[in-house]
């Protein structure tokens, strides 16, 4: 979760009232964020990956205000025919704009709305890969403006904090901007800027911006860009920008710009609102387990900022606001409706909790994994904990192989698009990430993996798995079973292993685990063609057991 520093009285003057520290602690939670501290009169918070419009003060005064029911909290979109031209950029191939009027800014604006544009680029925007924002002095632009390519040698501007008029490439290798993310286009023939229509340029997207329109306390008109791979994304980050620029607006005044592409389309930014859904407030009853009549979800979806468009006896029909990006269908609603109410209240209000025969104790599989733990520990083990997130390039295809996975409808980012089915590949990041740091590695993992199976009501069965790595110079699979001796034979379990063909691992250097012909899990070494392409050097020999099963030996 990003982590975010505001100066209390800034948000003080955003939200339009005072607020003590227990406020602040009461308040940010009902807004889905996470205070990591606060010291004298800075604020330190953590927001969540979906909610980029909280990644700055502007966003989180605007959600305090929903939830308290003050202020004004809408925006003046205007459309007066402003439009820009994509000339075409293949490889980055889409461009949109906004403009924002009104402005009342000084250092502390500033410093947070360049904070909320690295936090975009470092999260949603995959460090610039998929995008890049800009902000812009409009009053010292001509428009309309244009994208396009241009010779990297014989175009120069003078880059954003330098004094020097440097080549596009001179910018790459000159600059900290253009040595940190250069690789995205140095390789290019043509580099991307983008220019007004006097000929001055504005930047070289996704590199830097220009100096001489910089955006400063004098600033009164900004332009926005985002360039990128995906349209919707660029049109999420100039929404996200553009309306938390817009807090720092007297009017709140934000202007769409047609952006013409080479093929004669459109594409028109920011959004002016988000998507329209309707609820059953029956359904939220039966997530919730508390009662919710119309009233209720109606009162509770304008406290999280949607706007009321048609109610019925049964079912409310909302709009979310333009800068949510997180809202999809109607158990998104139901969501906000719980924070809404606070989480506190439905906990205690629950009428559909099924109730409790005997006291409460830790489940079993609880037990042994905790058990485990210690025990990988005792034997010189560091754990590691990854996400059960994934991806199929480090599941199957690094390896491959191509069995199914669990994959995400709509994953939030590229990293993250299905379910890991096994520890292995985590393992293996983890050793790669670290190689340079440690050459000799013994990390362990306790955790799940979902395996699809067509036989299961639900598609798929979870699975608690032991998974441990060993990688120095002269790992085997000798290291491997000297730690799995050891540990069965503190669980009084007797195993034998069987000659295994696992895809990634070494045919000859492999085994299935077994014991009572019930298969506990896997051993091996890692293929080292593999190894290389994570850039490890060392042998890995890796072990992974099916703690659902060992469970069923383990308590007999």
Request: glycine share 6%; hydrophobic share 40%.
């Amino acid at each position: 979760m990003p982590v975010i520093e505001i100066s209390k009285w800034d948000l003080e003057r955003l939200v339009g009232k005072s607020l003590s520290d227990a406020d602040i602690m009461d308040l940010l939670p009902r807004v889905k964020c996470e205070i990591d501290e606060i010291r004298d009169d800075k604020i330190v918070y953590e927001a969540p990956h979906d909610r980029p419009d909280l990644f700055s003060v502007e966003g989180l005064a605007r959600a305090i205000r929903q939830y308290l029911g003050i202020g004004r909290n809408d925006f003046v979109f205007e459309d007066r025919g402003v439009k820009a031209y994509n000339m075409g950029v293949p490889k980055r191939p889409y461009v949109a704009f906004a403009i924002v009027e009104d402005l009342e800014l000084d250092d502390e604006a500033i410093s947070q709305l360049f904070n909320l544009q690295e936090k975009l680029h470092i999260t949603y925007a995959r460090n610039r890969r998929k995008a890049s924002i800009g902000l812009y002095d409009l009053d010292k632009i001509e428009l309309p403006v244009y994208y396009e390519l241009v010779d990297p040698d014989k175009t120069r501007f003078v880059p954003l904090g330098d004094y020097r008029e440097l080549s596009l490439r001179e910018i790459l290798s000159e600059t900290e901007k253009g040595r940190e993310y250069g690789h995205l286009i140095k390789d290019w023939d043509k580099y991307p800027v983008l220019r007004d229509s006097s000929g001055e340029i504005l930047s070289l997207p996704p590199i830097i911006n220009a100096e001489y329109n910089r955006v400063t306390v004098d600033t009164k008109r900004v332009l926005i860009d985002s360039t990128g791979i995906d349209p919707k994304i660029v049109i999420d980050m100039v929404t996200i920008m553009a309306t938390s620029v817009a807090e720092r607006s007297r009017t709140r005044k934000i202007i769409f710009v047609d952006t013409i592409m080479p093929d004669g389309n459109v594409i028109r930014a920011p959004r002016s609102s988000g998507p329209t859904i309707s609820l059953n407030v029956a359904k939220a009853e039966e997530v919730l387990g508390i009662k919710v009549d119309i009233k209720t979800a109606i009162e509770s979806l304008r406290k999280m900022g949607y706007s009321i468009v048609g109610v019925e006896e049964s079912s409310v029909t909302a709009r979310a606001p333009p800068y949510r990006l997180d809202v999809f269908e109607w158990i998104d609603l139901v969501e906000d409706i719980a924070m809404a109410i606070g989480y506190d209240v439905v906990g205690n209000s629950a009428i559909s909790l099924p109730p409790a025969h005997h006291s409460g104790r830790m489940h079993p599989l609880e037990y042994l994994s905790r058990r485990i733990r210690l025990l990988m520990i005792s034997l010189g083990f560091f754990e590691v904990v990854n996400y059960m997130m994934s991806n199929p390039w480090i599941q199957n295809e690094v390896f491959g192989d191509n069995k199914p996975l669990v994959v995400v409808s709509n994953p939030k980012m590229e990293k993250y698009t299905c379910l890991r089915r096994w520890l292995t590949p985590g393992l293996l990041e983890v050793i790669a990430t670290n190689i340079d740091k440690k050459k000799e590695m013994r990390i362990f993992e306790v955790g799940d993996v979902a395996i699809v199976d067509d036989k299961s009501d639900t598609g798929v069965h979870i699975e608690r798995r032991l998974g441990f790595a060993i990688t120095h110079p002269k790992a085997t699979l000798t290291d491997s079973l000297a730690v799995l001796k050891t540990l069965f034979d503190t669980l009084g379990i007797k195993t034998v292993f069987e000659k295994a063909k696992i895809p990634g691992l070494i045919p000859e250097r492999t085994a299935y685990i077994k014991a009572d012909n019930i298969v506990l899990g896997f051993t091996g070494e890692v293929d080292p063609r593999i190894l290389y392409s994570l850039n490890i050097m060392n042998p890995v020999a890796v072990s992974e057991i099916i703690l659902n099963n060992l469970i069923k030996l383990w308590l007999t």
